[in-house]
Structure formats: structure tokens, C-alpha cells
């Protein structure tokens, strides 16, 4: 990592270190609850409708790890279509997401399961075959179209 990319990511962590701090003691992310727009597209799915495990990836446009990850979750969204739900939330266009999501550091990639929850939590720049091996590790059998 050359020095103006280290230089960017102290800047955003620093940005969000009073989020960090506001969110430690909120009991949703202490029991992997996630945010009420993850909950509610969760719930939109009707019993005829397969949910889906979903990636939301956390970042800024700016941000130079971000947009590294842009390409990834592109090709992700093209080629796990229909398995697999990917989402970018820009936390420097929409502030209050970093605080509904917890985000401590840019970028964040959250992965949730089929039932809505929380699975795990990565912080920076996350390669796509480490997103596979994440999902397969946590059960998720994205197979092949």
C-alpha cells in the first residue's frame, strides 16, 4: 500500500471513530441484528420468493481500497445473480448508514445469511475469492447458474 492510499484510510477511520464509539453500546449490533432497511428487504421476500445470502459493502467512492472492491462487487452482482444480493452503500454520501451499520473503517463488507442476520464483518479490501471462501465457510452454497 503506497502512502497516499495508508494516508486516505487513517483519514476515514478517523472519520469514523466517534461511530465506533457511539455503537458500542447499541445492543442491535451486539447480537448481529442488522439495520432496519436490511431488515425490511429481508422481510419484503414472500414465502414463493428464495431469500438470499447479501453482501453490503460499505465504503466511499474516494475512497482508494472502495475502489478497488467497485469492480469485485460488479462482477459478483453479474455473476451471482439470483444467488446472492450485493449492495454499495457510499457512507460519504449517506452518513447516518455508517452509523446504522456500526462501520468503523472504510471499506466494511458485511455478510448476512438467508435469515437476515449478521454472519460476519470484514474491514478493508476484501478479494473476491476471499468473499467465496467467506460464503462457503458461513454454509453458502452459491453454486454455479
Known amino acids: 500500500m503506497n502512502l497516499k492510499a495508508f494516508s486516505l484510510l487513517i483519514v476515514a477511520a478517523a472519520a469514523f471513530s466517534g461511530i465506533a464509539g457511539a455503537q458500542e453500546n447499541d445492543p442491535a449490533r451486539c447480537t448481529g441484528t442488522p439495520p432496519p432497511q436490511v431488515q425490511a428487504a429481508a422481510g419484503s421476500n414472500t414465502s414463493t420468493t428464495k431469500k438470499l445470502p447479501r453482501l453490503v ?25 439470483g444467488r446472492m444480493d450485493v449492495q454499495f452503500i457510499d ?3 449517506t452518513p447516518e448508514a455508517g ?13 448476512y445469511g438467508t435469515d437476515g442476520k449478521e454472519s460476519f464483518r470484514h474491514e478493508g479490501f476484501f478479494g ?16 454455479s447458474k
Open 91 to 93: 457512507v460519504w454520501k
Open 57 to 81: 459493502d460499505l465504503g466511499a467512492s474516494k475512497c482508494v481500497p472502495c475502489k478497488m472492491m467497485a469492480p469485485i462487487l460488479e462482477g459478483l452482482k453479474k455473476e451471482y445473480g
Open 99 to 111: 452509523k446504522e451499520y456500526g462501520v468503523r473503517f472504510i471499506p466494511t463488507q458485511i455478510f
Open 128 to 143: 473476491k475469492e476471499d468473499i467465496l471462501a467467506k460464503w462457503k465457510e458461513l454454509g453458502m452454497d452459491l453454486g
